[in-house]
């Protein structure tokens, strides 16, 4: 066991680990790459007030819905297949929203391209449980890092793109990394099909969905990752409003804020990985991330004009219940079927939640007129890690 465990993260696997880590950089830039160049989008495309709240909306719910279906396409083609599958739909969607004029060609392909990255969100974490079983937790920390790298850029980089060239270019050019992706993918489903082996058995055991539904430790962690999703949502559709209102910071200072936010991701997909994996209860990373938040969250609604930047990297630092979330799927599973079910339930439910974050402090800021709400409601989610906290503090295999 502790052979295979240090054995070479790449070793016998490269077309996997290229695989894997383009997909994971390909997998967010249709949800970022767009927002920072809407002017320049409008200029060509009519895009109403509806159209705006539809765009914004599509993401999380394009990621719970094919989260949820996923693990049914899987059971019937193989992980493989619908990967490659996803990242064809992902990356053509992306290149084809860019050539067209129409509003509603231009929100269907985008709601296209976001069913892609919802169903490759769902693969990633059992693929790594497949490939890569005696680097769990390495291969969590690679993917995890690209995910957040490949979110930050698209959207640091749209607007100078576009500046450069055009809008179209930025979109696409963005679209031809998941292309590139697929292509190790087409070259593990030729090197499997002349192999003796299949791999579709591996994931059709229908009991271990049943099993992994059922049981409180899912839920826990579906929560834990609801929680991430819906203070990210909700971060980056209202930090900056937030910031205007509350600190006066100009645009630009407040758009700096939300990048650094974002951008605290990264050191967060590295330590909250190794912090979760070397763990043997979760109590630690639950009350860190419902601690980091709560304080972030108290810091911008009582002292917004002191240090501003120290709780908004506080709130960022609360996206670890992403890290718990997709870490456990491998770690809480005994194998592919139970891999893929969980995946499928944290995802799907989870971006749900994440969708309904933002719309309640829409409804809660409008009602009001000012952002208390918004704070009380975010540490409201944040205390959810109670659940968690108590679910997740024995090692169980939900699919047991």
């Given at each position: 066991m502790s052979q295979a465990a240090s054995a070479p993260l790449i070793r016998g696997r490269i077309l996997t680990f290229l695989g894997i880590g383009l997909a994971a950089l390909g997998l967010r830039s249709a949800a970022t790459a767009v927002s920072p160049?809407?002017?320049?989008?409008?200029?060509?495309?009519?895009l109403g007030a509806a159209d705006l709240t539809l765009l914004g909306?599509?993401?999380?719910?394009?990621?719970?819905?094919?989260?949820?279906?996923?693990?049914?396409?899987?059971?019937?083609?193989?992980?493989?297949?619908v990967m490659l599958i996803s990242l064809l739909v992902l990356g053509g969607a992306e290149i084809a929203r860019a050539m067209v004029s129409d509003p509603g060609q231009f929100l269907a392909l985008s709601f296209v391209s976001m069913a892609g990255t919802g169903a490759a969100n769902v693969l990633l974490p059992p693929m790594v449980k497949k490939y890569f079983g005696n680097r769990i937790p390495a291969m969590s920390m690679v993917y995890l890092f690209?995910?957040?790298?490949g979110s930050v850029i698209p959207a640091y980089l749209a607007s100078p793109i576009?500046?450069?060239?055009?809008?179209?270019?930025?979109?696409s050019a963005?679209?031809?990394?998941?292309?590139?992706?697929?292509?190790?993918?087409?070259?593990?489903?030729?090197?499997?099909?002349?192999?003796?082996?299949?791999?579709?058995?591996?994931v059709t055991d229908k009991g271990a969905a049943k099993r992994v539904w059922r049981s409180p430790a899912s839920w826990a962690i579906t929560i834990s990752f609801g929680i991430a999703a819906a203070n990210c949502y909700i971060m980056w559709q209202w930090l900056p409003t937030i910031l205007q209102e509350r600190s006066n910071l100009d645009e630009a200072t407040s758009g700096l804020m939300l990048a650094i936010y974002t951008a605290v991701?990264?050191?967060n997909s590295i330590l909250g990985t190794m912090l979760v994996a070397r763990a043997k209860s979760m109590t630690g990373p639950v009350i860190y991330g419902m601690s980091v938040l709560v304080i972030g969250a108290l810091g911008l609604w009582f002292l917004?004009?002191?240090a501003p930047l120290l709780w908004v990297i506080l709130s960022g630092m609360g996206v670890i219940f992403f890290t718990i979330g997709l870490v456990l799927i491998n770690l809480r599973t005994s194998s592919q079927s139970g891999a893929v079910a969980l995946s499928g339930m944290v995802q799907g439910v989870g971006y749900l939640i994440g969708a309904v974050g933002p719309l309640l402090v829409g409804v809660a800021h409008g009602i009001s007129g000012n952002s208390d709400a918004d704070f009380a409601i975010i540490i409201a989610s944040a205390l959810v890690g109670v659940f968690p906290l108590v679910a997740l503090r024995k090692?169980?295999?939900?699919d047991a």
């Open positions: 160049i809407l002017l320049s989008i409008e200029k060509s495309i009519t909306m599509f993401a999380p719910l394009a990621f719970a819905i094919f989260g949820a279906l996923t693990p049914w396409g899987v059971r019937r083609l193989g992980l493989e297949t690209l995910a957040v790298v576009a500046n450069a060239t055009d809008w179209r270019v930025s979109i963005w679209g031809y990394i998941a292309i590139v992706a697929a292509l190790p993918w087409i070259a593990v489903l030729m090197k499997n099909r002349v192999s003796t082996s299949t791999e579709i058995p591996s991701a990264l050191p917004p004009t002191i090692k169980v295999m939900v």
